[in-house]
């Protein structure tokens, strides 16, 4: 059997991977649908350096872990994480709402009048709030659909305005955090189980690692490693692998100009006729057609 050794989590540079706008703006604002489309539904353990995210959902349910913390809940929702905190975390088809990504300096701009005992332990501690109360569960999407105006927009005094919300969407978000839900509750082996698979993953889903060798690596069978993503994820082990292939096919297909043949071999198919079946197995759309449809 392989040796357990300890993997870096990833950090995620949404700038590089997804869209460039936020590496030149210190606030960013998206669709959860969309970054849904492009990353999975399945996000694997991860983390982002120097960016506070918050992520809100309007519908659906989610499997969130927050460091060693998992939870279970379900829309309406936000869960917050500082920077250099892994997360990971699963959805429903169906789940819809907003990701506000800020870079840490400007948050403590903006909360720079917040007594320091009170804000500090808030900027370093991860929360998942459902939102019951009714008040809350409206003002929450409306600062974030109007944030989300303005950073699509192009009118007078847009960073002012963006800032603003950005403010209000924060302070909501540290109130509203005192009423963080209840943890679910899952063995620390078999969550260091999985995000050990996840790891592994991310470094060997291009080598088409069978679901016996990965059982290897980490010293666990594969009926063991089906099972413990099954309770995690509500996903076989096998789902999670096609999920990052597909993440990074999409990402090639919509950001690279390698043709289709190219990024089938980049991705350690042997046959792009094979990637092609896959990938329309997968999503519903040939390769060729995904790409024109996100061109």
Request: glycine share 6%; charged share 25%.
């Amino acid at each position: 059997m392989g040796q357990n050794r300890r993997t870096p989590i990833p950090n995620i540079d949404i700038g590089k991977v997804y869209d460039s706008r936020y590496g030149e703006s210190d606030i960013n604002i998206e669709a959860f649908g969309k970054l849904a489309e492009f990353f999975g539904r399945n996000m694997p353990v991860h983390r982002h350096d120097r960016f506070f995210q918050l992520h809100y959902l309007a519908s659906g349910q989610i499997r969130l872990y927050l460091e060693e913390q998992q939870y279970l809940a379900r829309a309406p929702l936000f869960f917050f994480t500082p920077p250099t905190v892994p997360h990971a975390f699963i959805t429903e088809t169906d789940a819809e709402g907003f990701v506000l990504t800020v870079r840490q300096e400007l948050v403590r701009q903006l909360l720079h009048t917040l007594p320091a005992p009170q804000l500090e332990p808030w900027l370093m501690q991860p929360a998942c709030v459902e939102l019951q109360d009714e008040v809350a569960a409206q003002r929450l999407p409306l600062l974030l659909g109007l944030l989300s105006e303005e950073f699509m927009g192009e009118g007078r005094g847009r960073e002012a305005a963006m800032q603003g919300l950005t403010q209000l969407i924060l302070v909501a978000a540290l109130r509203l955090s005192q009423h963080a839900g209840p943890t679910a509750h899952f063995r620390r082996e078999d969550l260091q189980i999985f995000h050990r698979f996840n790891a592994l993953i991310e470094q060997h889903y291009r080598e088409h690692w069978s679901l016996w060798r990965y059982g290897e690596a980490m010293g666990v069978t594969e009926s063991r490693l089906n099972d413990i993503c099954r309770r995690m994820a509500d996903l076989p082990s096998k789902r999670l692998i096609h999920d990052r292939l597909l993440q990074e096919a999409r990402r090639l297909l919509i950001f690279s100009a390698s043709s289709v043949n190219e990024i089938a071999y980049h991705l350690g198919f042997k046959d792009p006729a094979y990637f092609s079946r896959f990938f329309l197995r997968e999503t519903g759309l040939k390769p060729s057609d995904y790409r024109r449809c996100n061109s």
